[in-house]
């Protein structure tokens, strides 16, 4: 079964530090695009950061850059998400996720806004407060 198992949220302190873990099963990441979402309250899923599997390129949502440093071991078939600094607006659910995309295009940045990936984790809570 092709699937992917987030792990690693939990309650930190705001400037506190996180590392989400997702692992694959089934398939390998290798040739995927692959990426972590986030859902707050009353808000819709955002595109947290990506790698896009054509210039393996990461990207990362302007709300966290230079906090958040994402990174795939596509031997250990496993996408981490490190998180330094979190403020209490990072609270949400997040997700990991992966899609094969259309061969012939090149996502780049536009992988932040992918909604329809084929596979997802079931989502991890992260929440920052004092």
């Known amino acids: 079964e092709v699937q992917l198992q987030a792990s690693g949220g939990g309650l930190v302190q705001p400037g506190g530090s996180l590392t989400l873990s997702c692992a694959a099963s089934g398939f390998t990441l290798d040739g995927y695009i692959v990426g972590w979402f986030r859902q707050a309250p009353g808000k819709e899923r955002e595109g947290v950061s990506c790698?896009?599997?054509?210039?393996?390129?990461?990207y990362y949502a302007d709300s966290v850059k230079g906090r958040f440093t994402i990174s795939s071991d596509n031997t250990k078939k496993m996408l981490y998400l490190q998180m330094k600094d979190l403020k209490p607006e990072d609270t949400a659910v997040y997700y990991c996720?992966?899609?094969?995309?259309?061969?012939?295009?090149?996502?780049?940045?536009?992988?932040?806004?992918?909604?329809?990936?084929?596979?997802w984790g079931q989502g991890t809570q992260v929440t920052v407060s004092s």
């Open positions: 790698i896009d599997n054509k210039d393996h390129n990461d």
């Open positions: 996720a992966a899609d094969q995309g259309n061969p012939y295009v090149w996502y780049g940045s536009h992988c932040l806004l992918m909604r329809s990936l084929e596979i």
